[in-house]
C-alpha cells in the first residue's frame, strides 16, 4: 500500500525557516515525478516544487524559486522541501503527491513541470505550516 507521510511543518515567525519531509512507502519505483503542493484558506491547491528521484530534474513555481529548495534522500526514500525567509502568504497545508507507474515499473514518468495535480495519482494528508508577522 503506498503511502506519503508529511511532517516538518509548525508555527513560525516570518523570516524563519522549515524543512519539510516526505516519507514514501509502499512501492519499488526507483525514480518517479514527486512534486510539492499547497493549499492555502480560501484558496486554491498550487504546485510549488516537483523532482524526480533518482538525481533528475526539479521545477519551481515562480512564486517561490528564489526560497524554496526541494531535494530527495533515495536511500530514505523521502523527500524534502527547505523553506527560507519565510513569509506569512506561505501560510497553508502543504501536500507531498506522487507520480506512480503500474506496479512492477521501475521508473515512472519523468516531471512536466506544469504541477498539474491529475498527474499525480498518490497523495499525502498534508503538514501546517503557519508563519506570523
Known amino acids: 500500500q503506498v503511502k506519503l507521510v508529511e511532517s516538518g511543518g509548525g508555527s513560525v515567525q516570518a523570516g524563519g525557516s522549515l524543512r519539510l519531509s516526505c516519507a514514501a512507502s509502499?512501492?519499488?519505483?526507483?525514480?518517479?515525478?514527486m512534486g510539492w503542493f499547497r493549499q492555502a484558506p480560501g484558496k486554491e491547491r498550487e504546485g510549488i516544487a516537483s523532482?524526480?528521484?533518482?538525481?533528475?530534474?526539479?521545477y519551481y513555481a515562480d512564486s517561490v524559486k528564489d526560497r524554496f529548495t526541494i531535494s530527495e534522500d533515495s536511500l530514505k526514500n523521502t523527500v524534502y522541501l527547505q523553506i527560507n525567509n519565510l513569509k506569512p502568504e506561505d501560510t497553508a497545508m502543504y501536500y507531498c503527491?506522487?507520480?506512480?507507474?503500474?506496479?512492477?515499473?521501475?521508473?515512472?514518468?519523468?516531471?512536466?513541470?506544469?504541477?498539474?495535480?491529475?498527474?499525480?495519482?498518490?497523495w499525502g494528508q498534508g503538514t501546517q505550516v503557519t508563519v506570523s508577522s
Open positions: 503527491a506522487a507520480e506512480l507507474p503500474p506496479p512492477g515499473l521501475l521508473k515512472g514518468a519523468t516531471c512536466s513541470g506544469g504541477f498539474n495535480e491529475r498527474e499525480f495519482n498518490y
Open positions: 523532482i524526480y528521484t533518482g538525481g533528475g530534474m526539479t
Open positions: 509502499g512501492y519499488t519505483t526507483v525514480s518517479n515525478c
